[in-house]
Nanobody
């Protein structure tokens, strides 16, 4: 079983940056995939991006490309979501996710979910 703990959320102004972190409770596997979803009030949970641990390959939702970057640190056993040029529409609860297998864009593919961290962007 895997527990995921997110951190780094907060209240920022439009144009600011935030870096979210996610630390799994176990050592990551070379066949592990981790990523991020977000859910804004009144909206469905949406894919943000994901990374394959072994290759470092990433995939992002179209709306995130160019502003958001996912990376991982093997030594720290941590995955990051760097968010730049934040917009009010980025306001949401951000969830770290993980699975054994390739990265995926749909929520049902991920077996492990964090409790979420709130990101609020004011204009």
């Amino acid at each position: 079983q895997v527990q995921l703990v997110e951190s780094g959320g907060g209240l920022v102004q439009a144009g600011d940056s935030l870096r979210l972190s996610c630390a799994p409770s176990i050592r990551t596997s070379s066949r592990f995939a981790m990523g991020w979803f977000r859910q804004a009030p009144g909206l469905e949970r949406a894919f943000v991006g994901a990374i394959e641990w072994r290759s470092g390959s990433t995939h992002y939702a179209d709306s995130m490309m160019g502003r958001f970057t996912i990376s991982r640190d093997n030594a720290k056993n941590t995955v990051y979501l760097q968010m730049n040029s934040l917009k009010p529409e980025d306001t949401a609860v951000y969830y770290c996710v993980a699975r054994f297998g390739s990265l995926a864009t749909f929520s049902n593919a991920y077996d492990y979910w964090g409790h979420g961290t709130q990101v609020t962007v004011s204009s």
